[in-house]
């Protein structure tokens, strides 16, 4: 059955997949949920493609916010009903002195991980280009938040606020189509950075690209539905939608790039 389920996704995607059967098996077995650490959207649809039909689970996700990036997912026995408070997450506003300059999506992330946790308990990090927000797994937050009194230069503290706190984050995300010999990561990269291929190969082998926020040097890696590709020093790329192919044999994709 595994080795069917397999086929269908990449071999660096195995483990991710034999985790979401365990939790699968777990429900069923316990006949109640189980929720997830933060998903990154390409887990979301893993998780969506492999329950498939089933009629004695089901599943439901939540990030915080609409349209968050990375989710947490409840999955449930059909006769459960999630509340919101089930996907286990604190929402936190950074506070800092803003007349002194300000912080970066980055520089934040980095910080966070810093304190040694795994990068499936931080949710969304969003701002209004002024205030920034951090979605955290509640039973990990009181130990990052703790360990974090200083982000690059500033000193700041974390607040813990409410959903009708939320600020409404501004979305630099651009949509656009793209067509491309082969879904090869230097070849997305080239096409979209408007770079050569021989360029796009060097920033991968130099360890300044990731894939749904794991780290690749294979300049031959493949990127799929939903995969997220982030390129140190010039931004990121997620891949919508394969939309065809050209007479020539190209890949027509749908995407949104966010350019730094």
């Known amino acids: 059955m595994l080795a069917n389920v397999y086929q269908h996704f990449r071999k660096d995607e195995h483990p991710f997949i034999d985790n979401v059967i365990s939790w699968f098996e777990q429900v069923e077995n316990q006949y109640a949920p189980y929720v997830t650490d933060f998903l990154n959207p390409r887990e979301a649809f893993i998780l969506s493609s492999l329950i498939g039909k089933k009629n004695d689970i089901k599943f439901s996700l939540f990030g915080g916010f609409e349209n968050s990036e990375r989710q947490c997912a409840v999955i449930y026995p059909s006769y459960y009903e ?10 936190y506003e950074i506070k800092y002195p803003t007349k002194f300059g300000s912080l970066s999506h980055g520089k934040i992330l980095g910080t966070l991980m810093s304190t040694g946790i795994k ?9 209004d280009r002024s205030r920034w927000q951090v979605f955290i797994k509640d039973t990990m937050a009181n130990y990052i938040v703790n360990q974090v009194d200083k982000i ?9 606020i409410t959903y009708t706190d939320l600020i409404v984050p501004t979305n630099e995300w651009i949509e656009e189509g793209l067509t491309v010999s082969s879904l090869r990561i230097d070849n997305i990269i080239s096409t979209v950075y408007n770079i050569s291929r021989q360029r796009a190969k060097q920033i991968v082998e130099s360890k300044r690209v990731k894939v749904n926020w794991v780290e690749t040097e294979r300049v031959d890696y493949v990127v799929d539905y939903l995969d997220i590709i982030s390129v140190r020093k010039l ?16 890949v027509r994709l749908g995407i949104r790039v966010l350019r730094k």
């Open 82 to 91: 999630p509340q919101q408070e089930d996907y286990d997450i604190a929402i």
């Open 119 to 127: 990068r499936e308990f931080i949710g969304d990090i969003i701002t």
């Open 152 to 160: 690059g230069s500033f000193g700041v503290r974390f607040e813990k």
């Open 235 to 250: 931004g990121r790329i997620q891949i919508l939608e394969e939309q065809g192919k050209t007479k020539k044999d190209k």
